[in-house]
T-cell receptor
Framework: GAVVSQHPSRVICKSGTSVKIECRSL??????MFWYRQFPKKSLMLMATSNEGSKATYEQGVEKDKFLINHASLTLSTLTVTSAHPEDSSFYIC?????????????FGPGTRLTVL | GENVEQHPSTLSVQEGDSAVIKCTYSDSASNYFPWYKQELGKRPQLIIDIRSNVGEKKDQRIAVTLNKTAKHFSLHITETQPEDSAVYFCAVTYNFNKFYFGSGTKLNVKP
């Protein structure tokens, strides 16, 4: 199947710093990528939808100035957690929409474990 | 917005038995219903999906049924094996605009 990578896989940072997470579709072009947050033993919560060349669409309750999303190319979307605090610690997962062919499909990245001290 | 409910939250079965997980949704316009398997600390993996123009789909031991009228769909795993143990999530979307996930089912297959 298609491959989506995320970098870094794990990051520990101090409170107040910013952290950038990259999501790449390695073997297909993704006009749409999604960013999710997952708490331990919980479901995936959609944070925002990232569209190449346009502004991201954020879900209700997600601070767009806190979670900056940039989808600069058809294979890369980035999520920057600005001025991170301990409550931002979580598992962040991206996914990329693969279009074309008989049907669309969504492929997930491996996730990034963020720990804010 | 869409409301997705998933049951049960935990499910224990004996190896070889069948497991059934059910999801209901609220938006009748939703037209794509995937199921994901997630192991601890790993990414969700698509195991089967169904679109709104189909009532049932099967792939070896895994099947999904969709009842559009009642707005529910179910995952069926037959002849369960210990390696089927994981958390399973259903999801719902209309034209891939947004995905809404169920709360997850932790499946434990006892050898």
């Amino acid at each position: 199947g298609a491959v989506v990578s995320q970098h870094p896989s794990r990051v520990i940072c101090k409170s107040g710093t910013s952290v950038k997470i990259e999501c790449r579709s390695l073997d297909f072009q993704a006009t749409t990528m999604f960013w999710y947050r997952q708490f331990p033993k919980k479901s995936l919560m959609l944070m925002a939808t990232s569209n190449e060349g346009s502004k991201a669409t954020y879900e209700q309750g997600v601070e767009k100035d806190k979670f900056l999303i940039n989808h600069a190319s058809l294979t890369l979307s980035t999520l920057t957690v600005t001025s991170a605090h301990p409550e931002d610690s979580s598992f962040y997962i991206c996914s990329a929409r693969r279009s074309g062919g008989p049907t669309d499909t969504q492929y997930f990245g491996p996730g990034t474990r963020l720990t804010v001290l | 917005g869409e409301n997705v409910e998933q049951h049960p939250s935990t499910l224990s079965v004996q190896e070889g038995d069948s497991a059934v997980i059910k999801c209901t949704y609220s938006d009748s316009a939703s037209n794509y219903f995937p199921w994901y398997k997630q192991e601890l600390g790993k990414r969700p993996q698509l195991i089967i999906d169904i679109r709104s123009n189909v009532g049932e789909k099967k792939d070896q031991r895994i099947a999904v049924t969709l009842n559009k009228t009642a707005k529910h769909f179910s995952l069926h795993i037959t002849e369960t094996q210990p390696e089927d143990s994981a958390v399973y999530f259903c999801a719902v979307t209309y034209n891939f605009n947004k995905f809404y996930f169920g709360s997850g089912t932790k499946l434990n297959v006892k050898p």
